[in-house]
């Protein structure tokens, strides 16, 4: 029996151990149904950002460490009220995060 990891509610941290924020939502990828962007609220007042799970790890303590620093992630787009990205939203952050290619 396989378990379906948890990341709603997990810690986001830059590869330095800074806190980015709390995983609020996941957008999955449809065809191989695996996590794409992680919606990642970042304070009180920065709002929600996407970020991509590419590259991610989860720690023993089930924080999640992202390959982007805390200021990355806090210029990246908001995330909308709906989660749900556009082909032109995609592209934008791919090219905010350089994943040309590598999606």
Known sequence: MSVTPTYTGATVLDERGQRIGDVRDVIYDQDEQQPKWLVVRTGRFRG?????????YRTEASDIVVPYSVEQVNSAPKAGGAHVLSAAEQAELGRHYHLEGKT
């Not at 929600?48 to 991610?56: L, M, R």
């Open 48 to 56: 929600q950002h996407y970020v991509p799970s590419a590259g991610s």
